[in-house]
């Protein structure tokens, strides 16, 4: 079975903080793909990454960061200089690789940046 | 990227009543679509997967029979919540995939009084 796990409920920075969001998954597939959304107040998900289970390079985009560790099964991710249009609902999640798999969300990490 | 529609954005029904959710692959043809369930406060719960042309497979422990889930098209799914009642006011999301893209919509936002 597959399983996401994000131990933090909610944390809450000041502003320019860095701040990092843990994601553990579980899966027997030999193949996956993990993902983080963002969701604001508004509920539409925000896509912000695919990672292919083949690829443990680390990925950076803006003040965005992700690292994939496959020896400890977790995805986490890391806001830099973190800012108040941060503050929303965050989402790891895991899928299968064929084209019919369905995507497993995690518990959710609500942020809230402080200014 | 691809657009996912859903219709309505929000809804508000009585109790008993039947209400139905329409998502719409704008820009791409989509083989199988998703329902998910969103409680407030909480994460998003696969509800059923459906495929063009053939019966949504209902995760467990969602009634098919009160979820009527119908894929018509390769555009086109539909989720009827019937006889509605207050425990199933919720965020409904549905999720389009292309190919080995998977797209959401904006969800819909049903409150039944």
């Known amino acids: 079975a597959q399983k996401v796990t994000q131990a933090q409920t909610e944390i809450s920075v000041v502003e320019k903080e860095d701040v990092t969001l843990d994601c553990v998954y579980e899966?027997?597939?030999?193949?996956?793909?993990l993902f983080w959304y963002k969701q604001p107040p508004s509920g539409e998900l925000v896509f912000l990454i695919r990672?292919?289970?083949?690829?443990?390079q680390n990925e950076i985009s803006g003040r965005y960061s992700w690292n994939f560790q496959k020896s400890t099964s977790s995805f986490n991710f890391t806001i830099t200089a973190s800012q108040v249009v941060d503050s929303a609902v965050y989402f790891c999640a895991l899928s299968g690789y064929s084209s019919a798999s369905k995507i497993i969300f995690g518990s959710g990490t609500r942020l809230s940046i402080r200014p | 990227g691809a657009v996912v529609s859903q219709h309505p954005s929000w809804v508000i029904c009585k109790s008993g009543t039947s209400v139905k959710i329409e998502c719409r692959s704008l820009?791409?043809?989509?083989?199988?679509m998703f329902w998910y369930r969103q409680f407030p406060k909480q994460s998003l719960m696969l509800m059923a997967t459906?495929?063009?042309?053939?019966?949504?497979?209902?995760e467990q422990g969602v009634e098919k029979d009160k979820f009527l889930i119908n894929h018509a098209s390769l555009t086109l799914s539909t989720l009827t919540v019937t006889s509605a009642h207050p425990e199933d006011s919720s965020f409904y999301i549905c999720?389009?995939?292309?190919?080995?893209?998977?797209?959401f919509g904006p969800g819909t936002r049903l409150t039944v009084t």
């Open positions: 899966t027997r597939d030999t193949t996956y793909y």
């Open positions: 820009d791409f043809q989509a083989t199988t």
């Open positions: 999720s389009a995939r292309s190919d080995y893209e998977q797209y």
């Open positions: 459906s495929n063009e042309g053939s019966k949504a497979t209902y």
């Open positions: 990672r292919n289970s083949f690829d443990e």
